[in-house]
């Protein structure tokens, strides 16, 4: 069987897991291509106006994908960690698919509960049974994509490079080269360096959340507050980017949490959606870049 894997949302950080799990199962992988204009421009076509960028995005994949498998993954990704959620907008995922493109094949969309590895092992046992009705092999294909998943780390930790900035968002913007414009190659061409959050270790980022008054309830402003928070008071770069989605409600509260924890510390804050201009974008950065230089004269 062909399965559809759209490359949009969650997919940067957990491909490993998925395409093996799949792969193993014995189903023949579809991938969509990296998000270019046509993908963009299939997501804002059958998306609602007010979706943000990477759900835009995501939706593209789905179409560009439609009529070339028999099944396709849409990831309903529920939480990642205990008393966290991800957001409503993973949540309602697969309906707002579903009923916003024609003509869709089958899907796979039951949800996922990725805190423990029990949790979601319920999912991989699930979704296993679609394909075949050994338990066995359904459990030796969720181990092996396990394994393989636990032997990749994502992120970027740049070490050759004077000044350096923390790059802080979700993985699909931060991944996604289409949509942030290359924002990582441009700042190696100027040269600033680049960390990202899976470079700081995670008892680190708990200890820097604990400084808000309550808990965070998504697991994406836990991640970019600790992040923003360890490496703004520790001083461990000249500078924070943060790059989001215009309409993204989880950033909105975010990046005003991270202003006041950082009062002081060079702070840029990118927002991306399909009408961004390359132009000002690139102004944005050079002119963030060059007050950092000259702070560090
Ligand atoms: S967290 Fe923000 S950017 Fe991500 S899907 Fe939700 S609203 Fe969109």
């Avoid at 959340?209 to 808990?215: D, E, I």
Wanted: charge should be positive.
């Amino acid at each position: 069987m062909r399965i559809g894997i759209p490359r949009g949302l969650l997919f940067y950080k957990y491909y490993p897991f998925i395409t093996t799990f799949f792969k193993e199962l014995g189903c023949e992988i579809v991938l969509s291509p990296e998000t270019d204009k046509e993908i963009l421009n299939l997501g804002s076509k059958y998306s609602v106006d007010e979706a943000c960028l990477p759900i835009k995005v995501f939706h593209g994949h789905v179409a560009y994908l439609r009529n070339k498998c028999d099944i396709i993954f849409l990831p309903r990704v529920m939480q990642l960690r205990k008393r966290e959620y991800i957001c409503p907008k993973f949540c309602g995922l697969p309906e707002m698919v579903i009923n916003n493109i024609p003509n869709m094949p089958k899907t796979i969309n039951f949800p996922i509960y990725a805190f423990s590895q029990k949790s979601l092992k319920k999912w991989a046992v699930k979704t296993g049974f679609l394909f075949t009705k050994n338990y066995l092999k359904i459990q030796q294909c969720f181990i092996d994509a396990l394994s393989v998943q636990k032997n990749f780390l994502p992120g970027i930790n740049d070490t050759d490079y004077e000044l350096k900035v923390a790059l802080v968002g979700h993985p699909y913007n931060i991944y996604d080269n289409f949509v942030n414009m290359e924002l990582v190659s441009k700042l190696h061409k100027i040269g600033v360096g680049v960390i990202t959050e899976e470079y700081i270790e995670e008892d680190f980022i708990d200890k820097e959340v604990k400084t808000l008054f309550k808990r965070p309830f998504w697991t994406f402003t836990r991640n970019s507050y600790g992040f923003s928070s360890y490496v703004g008071i520790n001083k461990k770069v000249e500078g924070i980017i943060y790059l989001s989605s215009f309409a993204c409600g989880t950033d909105s509260v975010t990046i005003e949490f991270i202003k006041d924890r950082l009062p002081k510390f060079p702070i840029l804050v990118l927002k991306i959606d399909e009408h961004t201009g390359e132009a000002g974008f690139d102004t944005r950065i050079e002119a963030f870049v060059d007050m950092l230089q000259r702070r560090a004269l």
